[in-house]
C-alpha cells in the first residue's frame, strides 16, 4: 500500500486595506483548509492610500515591522514557503513599486499585487469549492456580493456556471472618501450616501434582474458582523437571514449613525464608519432585486486565498473546473456582443489541436493556452460595436471587460492576439505591441500566428470542414481534413495565414485531405 502523501503546509501573508495579517496553512482538499494559527494587525493604510493616494515612509516602516514579525512566526514554525499578496493598498498607492521593492529588501517577502477581479477571483474559488457541497443553494440563480475597501464585484452563478461578473469602483474606502469629513458628520449623510449608491450601481441592475436571482451571497468583514448580530451562535453555515428581516433590523436603526453602528455592532469608530456604507450598499442591492434568500459565508480573504495557493500546488482538477467556469464567463461576454457562437467554438476547437499539436516546440504554457481559448472566443466582439476596424473594437472591449482570475498583464495579451489574428503582423513600430513587455510580445507572436491559422479554417463560418488529425511532422504541420464541400475560399486564407507561422515556428503548415 503506497503511504498517503503529507498535507502541505505553507504560509500566507496579506496586506488588506484594515489589516495586514498572515497565516500558517494545513491543506488537504480545496474544501479542507486548515488554519494552524494566523495573526492580523489592524491598520489606517487604506484611508492614507485614499487621501493620499500612495503611503508614507513612516507607514512603510510600521508595515516592515510588522512583517518582520511575521517572518519569525514563520521560522518558528519551520515554513518556507510563503505565498504573500497584496490587494487594494498597494493597487492604489501611486508609490507602489517603492512600496514593493522596500518589502523585498526588508523582509524578504515578495509580493503579488491582486487587481480587483483578481482579488474577487480567489474568493469566488473558495466559495465556489463549498457551493459544489451545498445542496440548498446554488441550483436557482445566485448573486455573490463581495465589498472591497477600493471596489465592488458582482458573480452571477447557477448550477455550476458563471452567468455574468461585473465590477464597479465603489469600495467602502472609496465610498467614505467621495464625501468630505463635514458631510459625513452632517444627520443627512446617510440619505446621501443612498442617492449616491443608486446612482452609481444603477448601469449593474439590468444585467443582474435579467438573471433572475434567487439568493444573495454576501462574505467579507460586514458581513460576519451583521451574521452575529442576526443569527443565533449555533446556527450552521452558510447563515441564512431573510431579506425582510434585514430590512426591519437596519430600520430599526434608523436614523443609521457611526455612533449607533458602534453601540449596536460594539465596534471602533473606525470599523463602525467603514460599515456604514456596505450596510447600506447591502441595503441598495435587496431593495433592487427581488431575492427569496441572504446567505453569509464566512470565508475571510486570507482564506479563501490559502485555498486557491495549495489548490494550485496539488490540485490540477479544481483548476481546469476554474478554467471551465472561466471559459464559460469569456462565452457569455461574447454573447453579450453578439458574436457567431458556433464560428468561435469551431476556431477554439481549431486553435487547441494546433496548440497541442505544437506542444514539444511552441514553449508556451497550459496557461498561455487558456488564453489563446479565450481569445477565440473573443476575437469579433467588436463587430457588434462597428465592423469598420473592429479590430481594435475587441480590442478596446476585451480591455474593458471584466475576466476574473485573469491579471491585467494576461488580459492585455488576449485582447492583443485578437487584435493582430486580422490585423498586419504584430510589429514593434505599431503603439499597442509597443506597449507588451518581452514576455507578453513572444506569447502574443505565437498565439496570434496560431489563432489566425484556426480562423482561416472556419473562413465564411459554413462549418465546410472537420480537422482529423494534426502533427508535425519533420519541417510542417500536417493538418489532415475531411469536407465534403468547396474550400477555396478557406484554402486561400489558410494560405496568407501561414506566412506569420512559418515566421515564428519555422515549420510550414500543410493543409491535406484525409
Known amino acids: 500500500m503506497n503511504a498517503m502523501k503529507p498535507s502541505p503546509t505553507f504560509g500566507v501573508v496579506h496586506i488588506g486595506s484594515i489589516r495586514t495579517s498572515a497565516a500558517i496553512v494545513s491543506w488537504r482538499t480545496p474544501t479542507d483548509v486548515e488554519i494552524i494559527e494566523s495573526v492580523q494587525k489592524e491598520t489606517t493604510f487604506g484611508e492614507e492610500v485614499l487621501h493620499a493616494h500612495r503611503l508614507s515612509f513612516a507607514s512603510i516602516h510600521a508595515l516592515c515591522t510588522i512583517l518582520q514579525g511575521f517572518r519569525q512566526l514563520f521560522a518558528d514554525y519551520g515554513i518556507e514557503t510563503v505565498y504573500p499578496i497584496a490587494t487594494t493598498v498597494v493597487r492604489e498607492a501611486e508609490n507602489s513599486l517603492g512600496i514593493l521593492d522596500l518589502l523585498r529588501l526588508r523582509t524578504g517577502f515578495s509580493f503579488h499585487v491582486a487587481g480587483l477581479t483578481e482579488e474577487t477571483y480567489y474568493k469566488f474559488f473558495a466559495l465556489h ?15 455573490l456580493l463581495d465589498v472591497t475597501s477600493g471596489g465592488l464585484a458582482f458573480t452571477g452563478w447557477k448550477s455550476g456556471r458563471i452567468l455574468f461578473q461585473r465590477n464597479a469602483a465603489s469600495g467602502r474606502l472609496s465610498i467614505l472618501e467621495h464625501f468630505t469629513k463635514k458631510e459625513r458628520s452632517d444627520v443627512m449623510f ?23 436571482i434567487h439568493t444573495l451571497v454576501l462574505t467579507g468583514f460586514e458581513s460576519r458582523v451583521l451574521a452575529h448580530r442576526l443569527i443565533p451562535a449555533d446556527a450552521n453555515e452558510p447563515h441564512a437571514i431573510a431579506p425582510e428581516t434585514f430590512r426591519t433590523f437596519l430600520e430599526g436603526l434608523a436614523p443609521l449613525t457611526v455612533k449607533k453602528l458602534m453601540r449596536t455592532f460594539s465596534l471602533s ?3 463602525a464608519s467603514i460599515l456604514l456604507p456596505t450596510l447600506l450598499l447591502y441595503d441598495e442591492t435587496i431593495r433592487t432585486i427581488q431575492i427569496d434568500s441572504i446567505r453569509v459565508m464566512d470565508t475571510p480573504f486570507l482564506q479563501a486565498y490559502a485555498t486557491y495557493a495549495g489548490a494550485l500546488l496539488c490540485s490540477p482538477h479544481a483548476m481546469r473546473e476554474q478554467d471551465i467556469l472561466l471559459l464559460d464567463l469569456a462565452r457569455s461576454v461574447a454573447m453579450r456582443y453578439g458574436c ?14 494546433i496548440f497541442e499539436a505544437l506542444q514539444s516546440i511552441h514553449g508556451l504554457s497550459e496557461r498561455h493556452g487558456m488564453l489563446l481559448r479565450m481569445s477565440a472566443i473573443l476575437h469579433e466582439t467588436g463587430k457588434f ?53 518581452r514576455e507578453q510580445k513572444i506569447v502574443v507572436d505565437k498565439c496570434c500566428a496560431i489563432l489566425r491559422l484556426a480562423d482561416a479554417l472556419d473562413q465564411g463560418h459554413r462549418d465546410k470542414l472537420t480537422i482529423k488529425n494534426a502533427r508535425l511532422a519533420r519541417e510542417a504541420l500536417l493538418l489532415t481534413y475531411r469536407s465534403e464541400d468547396d474550400i477555396a475560399l478557406i484554402r486561400w486564407t ?7 507561422f512559418r515566421e515564428i515556428f519555422g515549420i510550414t503548415p500543410i493543409l491535406q485531405r484525409a
Open 190 to 212: 446617510p440619505s446621501a450616501m443612498r442617492d449616491y449608491l443608486h446612482a452609481a450601481l444603477s448601469p449593474l441592475w439590468p444585467t443582474i434582474a435579467r438573471a433572475k
Open 340 to 353: 457567431n457562437l458556433a464560428h468561435d467554438e469551431r476556431v477554439e476547437t481549431f486553435a487547441v489541436r
Open 129 to 143: 469549492q463549498r457551493l459544489k457541497r451545498d445542496k440548498t443553494i446554488g441550483k436557482r440563480p445566485l448573486l
Open 494 to 500: 489558410f494560405d496568407r495565414a501561414s506566412v506569420l
Open 385 to 437: 460595436i462597428n465592423l469598420r476596424n473592429y479590430a481594435l473594437h475587441t480590442w478596446q472591449t476585451v480591455l474593458g471587460s471584466d475576466f476574473f482570475g485573469i491579471t491585467d498583464a494576461e488580459k492585455e495579451i488576449i485582447a492583443s492576439n485578437c487584435y493582430y489574428y486580422a490585423k498586419e503582423n504584430p510589429d514593434h513600430r505599431d503603439t499597442h505591441y509597443q506597449l507588451l513587455t
Open 269 to 271: 469608530e473606525r470599523l
